[in-house]
């Protein structure tokens, strides 16, 4: 027995698709699942965040419902790895977050925003706050530079020590340890198959998510929205590199790379995110999880909100709307990060530890 | 006029069932300039017959592919045909059957179905089957979109429960839906319908009173109604009525549609006893795929149609999984009675087994010298004693895989009357006439193969004879 009813739960369905393997050839999860024959509940926790959701496996199961044996493995891994974020949380005392997700990061972005325009508010003039501002050190004039950079550097260190420890107790957990330790061969093999969503396919066809019929769709929102997110990012460390390197001051003209790239990855977000969560709107009840709806939900509302506060902070830099604007997406963004280890986000850090090990998995035994 | 729209027009083909064979005569026919209603009956879900719970494919191949290890030629087919029915075959429709296949690797996949190399542990099909990617729903879910797309109409539900024929010529069907009775009419029938496993009345006919305790792998929708129809409308039968698929399975499986997971491969790593706890046959006779399907007729064969498999730690994971737990126990008296089953003599049976086991180097992948001496039945290979416990044991049943008793067809899967004539416009595919290349025994992946080659000419000939 395990602690938790998805758990059993996936335990009994690893049990009846081991003997069956008929979908062995559609993603990583049943060819790791070959390699046991008992689940622990590690074991479990690595093969829910190894499944992708790509749904394949229910429309093609002879054994799903309304069948007496109600194999639902998208479902029930779903949950399974929904719990996982949870009980892999850092510290032990916040993860609660997860319970309520979609309303504790609600909470946490309004509060953040809140904080930044009464900050914004209380430190400056009001004429500066409103007034319109141009040319190099225009945001900066509101809040400044050394005080942005120290207080998101605090939040981003914060998350990724968080994440990083979510992680560790992961990899303990998940699988036996030594078994599969990562070489560069394994890592480079998982980076590939992220990169791609290699098991988002369907084993080939696509996805399902609104009918039967497979689609990539899914797949294409989510590259979007990855390579969106990584171009905005990519975009802050060249205006790093230039605010400290060539000692250039934002904001940068449109031509210049950092707004090349955040705009191209805003927009890829803004696309991206609208059109995952439309799709988990229309996603078949079989399919959904609906008790982490608002995790989802909240996670690809916050990018979306970080891609569209910037973008219209771009547009709108040099009129008087700047300063709420920057403080609206500023606000955003802390919330971003501070909430980073309790939501979604963690989905593809536990994703990808769990394709390595799948790599050097397979790779090894 | 019928008050269901998709009844009320004549269609040039109408194919009853809805599985491998009805799917693949669906859809030839529709290429071939054919309207064509599907009729099934079961829910939508439940689509596809005994083909939901198939893996795989055996079909001729000149070289190795992405998916096949290594050819798979006319004549070695033709072999193991002739070996596994001990001769009882249609040679020429056998042979037919296997020329054709060679296409039917290629149409398949051009209908949509993908294919993979062989599943973990079925290493030895690996060569002369193709598996299905994501298996027989996957299959048949391709199959179904490619027809739909194709404006092949098919109703669900809609189970044909009259055929009115006449003098070997189909005029139209009797369907049952929703609680209300259509007739249907085409120009040109496909009985596709499958075999009679689910309809345990009949089984018993043949059987008698152990039929009750027969467990039927597959769907509970093949109750053999069309079959029946057209034997008695004087569709000639080929095959024999007593004849089945039957394997051993777990006893605690549903009665019906428990599908692969409930098959159980240990028999050759221990000993099996019936309910007085006794042996009965060698366990260890041949690989176990070559013996896997006498399992199910030796253990109807035994009183209440129930029998253990027995092993020890030594061999718990040294086959595939399967659903259930074993029964465990500590000690084979115990064992005994965790199953009901007489301690003292399941401890005599075991230990005189224990003392026949001569000694040997075990190993499961060949024929090896671990055997029994001195016993009857003997174990003839693979025989190591049961000394390590903990001791295990699986109860099995019966398990009904499908029927052979079928309707007699020619080369065109075009049936035949028992007068001998050829029927004027009714065709058949699939397990409703595979007792005419199979008289008897099975090789893995050949009900697919039957049901696709006759059922794609089946719905060519079916969309000929309408169109002219
Ligand atoms: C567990 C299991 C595993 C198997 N694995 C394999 C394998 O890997 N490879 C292989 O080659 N074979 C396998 N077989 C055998 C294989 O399933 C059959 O040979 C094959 O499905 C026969 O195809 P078919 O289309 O003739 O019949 P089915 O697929 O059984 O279809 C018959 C259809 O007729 C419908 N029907 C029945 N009566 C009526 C009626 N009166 N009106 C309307 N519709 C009706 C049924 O609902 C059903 O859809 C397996 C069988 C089982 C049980
Ligand atoms: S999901 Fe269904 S078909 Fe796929 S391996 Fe599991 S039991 Fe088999
Ligand atoms: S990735 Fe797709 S096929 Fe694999 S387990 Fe998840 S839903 Fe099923």
Known sequence: MHATDALNEADRLMTVCNSCRYCEGLCAVFPAMELRRTFTAGDLNYLANLCHSCGACFDDCQFAPPHAFAVNVPQTLASVRAESYRAYAWPRALAGAF?????????????????FILGFAALNDPAVLLGAHSGPGAFYRLMPHNAMAALFGAAFLYAIVAM?????????????????????????????????????????????????????????????????????????????????????????????VPVLLGSAGGLG???????????????????????????DAAFLAMLFLTAATGMALLVLRATPAMGVLLALHLGVVFALFITMPYGKFVHGLYRFAALVRYAGELGRI | MSAVPEFARRY???????????????????????????????????????TRHTRNMRCVHDSATAFLTGPYSEEEFWDDLLHVTGGRTDEELARLMIRRSRDMLGWIAEQGVRFQPSLGGTLSLGRTNAFFLGGGRAMLNALYRT???????????????????????????????????HTVRAATLVAAAGGFEANLEWLKEHWGEPADNFLIRGTPYNRGTVLRMLLDCGVEAVGDPTQCHAVAIDARAPKFDGGIITRLDCVVFGIVVNRDARRFHDEGEDFWPKRYAIWGRLVAAQPDQIAYILFDAKSRDLFMPSLYPPVEAATPGELAERLGLDPA?????????????????????????CRTEGLSPPKSHWARRLDTPPFYAYPVRPGITFTYLGTRVDGDARMRMADGKPAANMFAAGEIMAGNVLGRGYAAGIGMTIGSVFGRIAGQEAASHARN
């Open chain 1, 99 to 115: 319970d309520r997700n979609g309303l504790v990061i609600a909470v946490v972005a309004a509060l953040s925003v809140a904080a």
């Open chain 1, 164 to 256: 990083a420890m979510g992680l560790r107790a992961f990899l303990r957990d998940a699988g036996t340890p030594g078994r599969a330790a990562p070489t560069g061969v394994s890592l480079w093999q998982a980076v590939r198959d992220a990169g791609r969503l290699r098991y988002l396919d369907g084993g080939g066809v696509g996805c399902v998510n609104a009918d039967e019929r497979p689609t990539d769709r899914r797949r294409l929102f989510h590259h979007l929205t990855f390579y969106g997110f990584l171009l905005c990012f990519a975009a802050t460390s060249v205006a790093t590199l230039y605010h400290y390197l060539l000692g250039r001051v934002a904001p940068y003209p449109w031509y210049d």
């Open chain 1, 269 to 295: 977000l803004m696309v991206g995110t609208a059109g995952l969560l439309a799709a988990k709107w229309r996603r078949r009840p079989e399919l959904r999880d609906d008790a982490r709806f608002g995790m």
């Open chain 2, 12 to 50: 040039d083909t109408l194919v009853v069932g809805g599985g491998n064979a009805a799917l693949c005569a669906a859809i030839s026919a529709r290429r071939a300039g054919a309207s064509v209603l599907v009729l099934e009956g079961a829910p939508r879900f439940y689509r596809g017959g005994n």
């Open chain 2, 147 to 181: 027809a739909e797309d194709l404006g092949v109409v098919i109703a669900y539900e809609s189970e044909v429960i009259g055929l009115d024929i006449a003098d070997g010529r189909f005029e139209s069907a009797l369907v049952h839906r929703d609680g209300v009775r």
């Open chain 2, 345 to 369: 003599a399941l401890e005599r049976t075991v230990a005189e087994f224990n003392a026949a086991v001569r000694p040997g180097t075990f190993d499961h992948t060949v024929l090896d010298d």
